[in-house]
């Protein structure tokens, strides 16, 4: 976790600042990816803080403002997230285009090694690539930059063969240590004698979780909220609701009646509009709670989670407009209206090693009903501009995270 999550980031924010210190006989002037310095750090920074909004809730702590913040208790989920998720896409018009390729193979590798399933051959490639070309683009082989060579560049070399003989990287992070330890230390009480104290805590926490291994209905499961549907293999349909079947007309009415008229294989009679009672969320199997356009979009400052990932038989980027049940071939089946996002620039994704996946929305003039279980996971997509352009942004490790208990609120 230190070496991804803070001293990476140390190392490449400082010589993209150009606060990294300079030896005597180097010249900062020479440094062409000092960039993110003046005020387009100051702005940098901005853009950064601006983003909040569209990172669904799976994301936890959003980056704050780095212009104001990194030394200030920057925390280092904040730092996975705005180095490796968002610096691909942001840092593409600032920095110098062999830097910032170089950075995206660093970022893709980062990606790979938090899945659950991760391709380790790819990500090793690329971790020995970042390490090897690091030395040819920024310490150039000059004794004046022997300090750009820090322990943590060359420890990339090590991550992979170590993953294949302790793990995976997101199953021995710190974080559940680091919990673990803020937990214990909030039940404190005798603060005198506060490491005895410490021990008793944390000899009662193990008695109670071998008491509920051995009788596990000492904690009963929690139940579902009121009025919610269990769709089976963790999905959920959750509340709000339309009390009544209201009509849907315009190209939300043309995009279902084509769609149910497709699936029953009988045209639908001219001039027909279908009538549905629209549900407002649903939870997925990872444990995020995906919301629609319906509800969120009269929710004051909430952060976006309407976006999705969707794949049967091709990965599919859209926004739930809302979701809702209909009977076909005498099945009940529960649907998602979505817009669906353009497929991401083919060019930019290969370019920046899949890192930056670009698309284009089209809102009412590209929809298309889905099933809701081919929905896999909510995704932020982070406008680019004005230009009704938008980039993904998915949280890394979210399947392991999911395994560990991690999961959002169902009751709102």
Not at 29 to 41: K, Q, S
Not at 163 to 190: A, C, D, F, H
Not at 246 to 255: N, S
Request: include cysteine; charge should be negative; glycine fraction near 8%.
């Amino acid at each position: 976790m230190h070496l991804y999550a803070l001293n990476l980031p140390d190392l490449l924010l400082s010589l993209w600042r150009g606060t990294m210190p300079c030896d005597p006989d180097d010249d900062k002037a020479t440094w062409d990816w000092a960039v993110l310095t003046g005020d387009r750090w100051d702005q940098h920074g901005a853009v950064v803080e601006s983003i909040t909004k569209y990172l669904p809730g799976c994301f936890d702590k959003p980056p704050g403002n780095p212009a104001e913040k990194l030394n200030s208790g920057y925390k280092a989920q904040e730092y996975m997230t705005y180095l490796y998720v968002l610096c691909p896409a942001l840092l593409r018009d600032i920095l110098p285009e062999k830097y910032w390729v170089h950075f995206c193979k660093l970022a893709r590798a980062v990606r790979l090694i938090w899945e659950r399933l991760a391709n380790l051959l790819e990500a090793h490639t690329l971790l020995l690539q970042v390490e090897n070309e690091f030395e040819l683009l920024y310490y150039q082989r000059k004794s004046s930059r022997l300090h750009f060579c820090r322990q943590s560049m060359h420890a990339l070399v090590h991550t992979v063969p170590e993953i294949v003989r302790t793990g995976p990287g997101g199953y021995r992070s710190q974080w559940t240590m680091e919990r673990t330890i803020g937990n214990l230390g909030e039940e404190i009480k005798q603060h005198s004698n506060p490491y005895a104290n410490l021990s008793q805590r944390g000899k009662r926490r193990c008695q109670l979780n071998a008491l509920k291994v051995l009788i596990p209905t000492l904690e009963p499961e929690k139940g579902l909220p009121e009025n919610s549907v269990d769709l089976g293999n963790g999905y959920i349909l959750l509340r709000a609701r339309d009390e009544y079947h209201q009509l849907i007309e315009g190209a939300y009415g043309e995009a279902i009646r084509d769609y149910l008229a497709e699936a029953e294989g009988v045209p639908a009679a001219e001039g027909w509009m279908p009538r549905v009672a629209r549900w407002a969320r649903m939870r997925l199997p990872n444990k995020q709670i995906v919301r629609s356009v319906w509800k969120e979009s009269t929710m004051p400052k909430v952060r976006i989670s309407r976006n999705i990932k969707s794949e049967d038989g091709e990965i599919l980027y859209g926004e739930v407009q809302f979701f809702f049940q209909a009977t076909i071939l005498d099945k009940e089946e529960t649907l998602a209206l979505i817009s669906i996002y353009s497929p991401p620039n083919a060019a930019l994704l290969a370019k920046s090693f899949h890192t930056v996946a670009e698309c284009d929305y089209f809102g009412e003039d590209n929809l298309r009903v889905i099933k809701a279980t081919q929905i896999q996971a909510g995704i932020g997509m982070i406008p680019i501009g004005n230009h009704g352009k938008y980039f993904v942004a998915e949280k890394l490790g979210l399947d392991i995270l999911s395994m560990g208990g991690a999961e959002d609120e169902m009751d709102e």
